[in-house]
């Protein structure tokens, strides 16, 4: 069992990386990567508690960007930890803040008439936090008559996908432009001394992969994340082809985020994720690191 897609809580999960060595331990993963968003910290933690889990480990993260006026996200693996969170201080010191975020979609959506509470009415602790304007949103009927799709006040991610993210959707809003570019992220990967993905394609707007070859030839990734608990069997089919006919590595992963992402689990995702070993080892083998960070 292979899963290199598993966030902690040093960025958006909710198990520690303790408890992700132990997880993954009991569950029979031979090899995994923590990939946190644009964060290693959970490294320090692992490699404290590296007898947890007896399997193989390659440092990772997901490292947030833009593409086609939408969020797009590249994961990096195999690099030295130092210098990555060097990058990442460097790259995203611009970057909006959390409450930054949720006060230009705020603002937005009073703006184009929604009823939403005045900012004061939200939680006091975490009152940025997106769930508050989904249940906004999803909590009246006439909010709901701008969604772009129904299906989007389901999950917190539905909503960031569909409609945040979605620049066909009313309910769009920009917050990329102060991402690093996603060539980038590859070349501060490679810096690092590490290979570069690009993330889960199919969770995006259909426009990123018709736009697959502008994709590879700006950002010059080494593969793509082929096996995703998300992907349909087609999906899974179309992204392993391209890989093959353009000699790109293939990773994949359950993007594992504890009880903040319910129904998936390490290795299996939703139960239908099977990462295939011989495509992953044709360059993790490699990149597996020692006891020491």
Known sequence: MIDLHIHTTC????????????????????????????????????????????????????????????????LGYGFDTDKMRRYIKELYSKRITLEQRFMMIHEKYRSMGLHMRDIEQYPKKKWYHLKNLLEDVAGSEYNRKFLYSRESVESLEKFFRREINNIDSPLHVEISKTMPAPETL???????????????????????????????????????????????????????????D???????????????RSGVIIGTGSGNLNVHHDLIYEWAEKYVCGDQE
């Open 11 to 74: 960025s958006d999960g909710t198990d520690s990386p303790a408890a992700i060595l132990k997880k993954a331990e009991e569950l029979g993963a031979e090899l995994i990567s923590v990939s946190d968003h644009n964060s290693v910290e959970a490294y320090g933690e692992i490699m404290q508690n590296r007898d947890l889990f007896s399997g193989k480990i390659i440092t990772g993260v997901e490292l947030t960007s833009h593409f086609l006026k939408g969020t797009f996200e590249i």
């Open 186 to 244: 590859v070349k501060a990967v490679h810096d690092c001394g590490g290979l570069a993905f690009v993330a889960h394609i199919f969770v995006y707007h259909e426009n990123v992969y018709q736009n697959v070859d502008k994709l590879i030839e700006q950002c010059k990734p080494d593969g793509f994340e082929c096996f995703y608990t998300r992907y349909t069997e087609q999906q899974t089919k179309d992204i392993v082809s391209l890989c093959k």
């Open 246 to 260: 353009r000699g790109l590595y293939m990773c994949g992963g359950s993007d594992y985020h504890g009880g903040n």
